[in-house]
């Protein structure tokens, strides 16, 4: 099975920050890499798909980047809205699926 | 506009059985790969199974197979998963998802029910 491992667990910052979370697998999954955000107490929400492909509605301070093992969710103007914990998944062994273990977002 | 609705959940014994449903309405869903995913209290994401488009093609996580069954009924647009045999383990938020391509799987969710809870205790 692949492995997800996010860093880092958890991170606070301020509004206006830029964040990164970074995502690594166990093998190599090309860009077959995804992230979500999950707000407290609702559903994940896709924000990015093939490692770097912004899913439509969500804003252009999200982005994604990396191939082969790394990869990066990066927020470029962190707003309070935010606050989330955000997970990586992997979609190279389709079917099946495996994602990291989340990074819970704070506001400082 | 896309909604995806669970029911079914609640408290079950260790060895019950459960079944979930996931009434899907705004997209034509016979076109679409369904998923349930599921999170332990606390916890993260796990993916547990996909049923293809037309419902020939499914697949499980080694930690449900055997146990769990999904199914879906195109004519009325709903999903399900059985649920059997089940665990302490098994406890957790279960969301049914949609998949983003049609006909096939590309295991990427851009639809999420808002869950439904499984809590399996004596």
């Known amino acids: 099975d692949i492995q997800m491992t996010q860093s880092p667990s958890s991170l606070s910052a301020s509004v206006g920050d830029r964040v990164t979370i970074t995502c690594r697998a166990s093998?190599?999954?090309?860009?077959?890499l995804s992230w979500y955000q999950q707000r407290p107490g609702r559903a994940p929400n896709l924000l990015i798909y093939a490692a770097s492909s912004l899913q439509e509605g969500v804003p252009s301070r999200f982005s994604g980047s990396g191939s082969g093992t790394d990869f990066t969710l990066t927020i470029t103007s962190l707003q309070p809205e935010d606050v989330a914990t955000y997970y990586c998944?992997?979609?190279?062994?389709?079917?099946?699926?495996?994602f990291g273990q989340g990074t819970k977002l704070e506001i400082k | 506009e896309v909604q995806l609705l669970e029911s079914g959940g609640g408290l079950v014994q260790p060895g019950g059985s459960l079944r979930l449903s996931c009434a899907a309405s705004?997209?034509?869903?016979?076109?679409?790969?369904m998923n349930w995913v599921r999170q332990a209290p606390g916890k993260g994401l796990e993916w547990v199974s996909v049923?293809?488009?037309?419902?020939?093609?499914?697949y499980y996580a080694d930690s449900v197979r055997g146990r769990f069954t999904i199914s879906r009924d195109n004519s009325k647009n709903t999903l399900y998963l059985q649920m059997n045999s089940l665990r302490a383990e098994d406890t957790a938020i279960y969301y049914c998802a949609k998949d983003v391509r049609g006909g096939y799987t590309s295991m990427i969710f851009d639809y999420w029910g808002q869950g439904t809870l499984v809590t399996v205790s004596s």
């Open positions: 093998q190599s999954i090309s860009r077959y």
């Open positions: 049923i293809y488009s037309g419902g020939s093609s499914a």
């Open positions: 705004g997209f034509t869903f016979n076109n679409y790969a």
């Open positions: 998944q992997q979609t190279f062994s389709t079917p099946g699926s495996t």
